[in-house]
């Protein structure tokens, strides 16, 4: 127990070492040293109650989802029997109610549609995504699976927690927090940013583009009554563009959609020098985009904007190679935000904030400085009372007490965004030296006991540190399963200190035993004393 080779000594030292080193550009910032920017040391990622920012809570709506899916599938459907040999045809198609009916013109073909519809009932999962029924003898009725609808709307979540994470990093912002909370929920925490409207209006943005041709059928007298043509739909005008306060007939399918974008960036106007956006199609949109405008020379296409035109102009020629542009009155500072929002993806359902709050980076300086100063306070006074009460080593105590700080900083500085500090971290910092000070103490407490036995001073420390570290690893492996209960199932906070419960507890063990323990032999093989004074 207490054999210690040179190489175990230097393995132990080095680890010590090196994480605390690691500390040290962490504990020099919080001094007021700034690093200039050629410079990029790890350092302890302050979370939002520590270096201010603000925090979001956006909520999603799943029957938007339930929504998309039932218009995906109309159209789905149309081009699966419009393309079946011979040509299935169906009339009387509709969506209300949620579900999607259609009226077989052959009742004949009854199983050809069933059979063709299939793959498209069933999905690629496991899970049976939409119920088929036929009523009257040739009527269709298609309507959605609460298990297939509760994995779309999941899929969405996912999906929406990806585009905002991607547009806040776009932003430049330095290690968000972007996290799930329960079915349609998502929590964001952006460490100093200065700008909360700008990140609401970022994030609220649906960014659902798509090119759909005008129904120049559709009468302006009608349309403003709500009425157009079968297969239409009436789409009113962006408040900011040119056509606030209008309403426009558009095809509701046939459409091209923006899921299909590569890229989107801010660019002018060459003859007007004015902001636009810039867009690139992936290979298959590209495709899709020029069938579209070839097809319609001549004819005006509506862009469609969030369920909002703010474009219309006339198709002059077929547009090729998958690149266009989008212009609608923007300011170079919209246009660039809409660029972010199509480059980061549309979000796959609409998200509304239902919290929100700011905290100032002054509160969080002040937070920090206040908990430093009564971390100092408590720490000077249990290195007084430890060295007072078991001298020498007390003395080992003090050293893997602060040693112990240092590595847990240093742990969670090489960890980055994924050990956040934050003020329940400073409390778990706390707990750690708490744990650290209960080992030291039921170590000195054994060997004080093994010695009024009568017990020689090296047995009497090998049989100290062999029979408390049982005591030790029991207690620590009860915090441990707390602790990882409380990462798995909690949030924000809790999560944050959960992290550094667990990187304590690791760090608290290492030194309260083992570098104490090496410490202790060292000494004792160096001096031989025949006593201790404990």
Not at 4 to 26: C, I, N
Not at 79 to 92: F, G, H, K, W, Y
Not at 323 to 332: A, H, N
Not at 368 to 380: F, S
């Amino acid at each position: 127990m207490l054999d210690f080779p040179l190489w175990k000594r230097l393995a132990y030292w080095g680890v010590t070492l090196g994480l605390a080193l690691a500390a040290v550009p962490s504990l020099l910032s919080l001094g007021g040293v700034n690093f200039p920017a050629s410079v990029n040391p790890p350092m302890v990622n302050l979370g939002l109650d520590l270096a201010g920012g603000s925090h979001l809570m956006l909520e999603a709506e799943p029957s938007e989802v339930a929504r998309q899916r039932l218009e995906t599938m109309e159209e789905g459907v149309r081009a699966t029997l419009r393309d079946a040999e011979p040509r299935i045809r169906v009339s009387d198609i509709s969506t209300s109610g949620g579900r999607l009916s259609f009226l077989l013109e052959d009742p004949a073909d009854i199983d050809r549609a069933r059979e063709a519809l299939l793959p498209q009932i069933n999905g690629t999962g496991t899970t049976r995504e939409w119920d088929l029924e036929v009523v009257d003898g040739s009527r269709f009725v298609l309507s959605q699976t609460r298990a297939g609808l509760a994995t779309a709307v999941d899929n969405a979540m996912d999906s929406a927690t990806e585009v905002v994470r991607k547009r806040i990093d776009a932003l430049g912002t330095r290690e968000p927090t972007i996290i799930r909370q329960g079915q349609d929920r998502i929590v964001v925490d952006v460490p100093g940013l200065k700008d909360p409207q700008g990140l609401k209006d970022l994030l609220g943005q649906t960014a659902e583009l798509e090119f759909k041709l005008v129904d120049q059928t559709a009468l302006p007298s009608d349309v403003a009554q709500g009425i157009v043509p079968p297969g239409s739909e009436i789409v009113p005008g962006a408040p900011d563009s040119d056509y606030a306060g209008q309403s426009i007939a558009v095809k509701r399918l046939g459409g091209v959609r923006g899921d299909s974008l590569t890229n989107a960036q801010l660019g002018f106007d060459a003859q007007n020098n004015a902001p636009v956006v810039e867009i690139q199609f992936d290979s298959q949109g590209g495709a899709r985009f020029a069938r579209l405008t070839s097809e319609n020379v001549g004819r005006p296409f509506a862009i469609i904007l969030d369920g909002q035109v703010i474009s219309a102009p006339n198709i002059e020629s077929a547009i090729l190679g998958g690149q266009g542009r989008i212009s609608g009155g923007f300011t170079t500072e919209s246009a660039n935000a809409l660029a972010i929002a199509l480059r980061s993806g549309a979000l796959p359902v609409e998200l509304t904030v239902v919290e929100e709050f700011s905290i100032s980076a002054e509160l969080g300086a002040d937070s920090i400085a206040r908990g430093a100063v009564a971390m100092a306070v408590g720490l000077v006074a249990l290195m007084l009372f430890m060295i007072a009460s078991y001298g020498r080593f007390g003395v080992y105590t003090c050293l893997a007490l602060i040693l112990n700080l240092m590595m847990i900083l240093g742990v969670m500085a090489l960890m980055g965004s994924m050990a956040a500090l934050t003020l329940p971290g400073i409390a778990g910092l706390v707990l750690t030296i708490g744990a650290a000070v209960d080992a030291n103490v039921l170590i000195n407490e054994r060997i004080r006991e093994e010695r009024a036995r009568g017990r020689r001073v090296i047995q009497a420390v090998e049989l100290g540190y062999s029979e408390a570290s049982r005591a030790i690893f029991d207690a620590n492996i009860t915090n441990t399963i707390a602790a990882v209960i409380m990462f798995a199932f909690g949030t924000g906070p809790i999560r944050g200190f959960a992290v550094v419960l667990m990187i304590g507890i690791v760090t608290s063990v290492f030194t309260a035993v083992t570098l104490t323990r090496m410490w202790a032999a060292g000494w004792l093989r160096r001096a031989r004393p025949a006593d201790i004074v404990l």
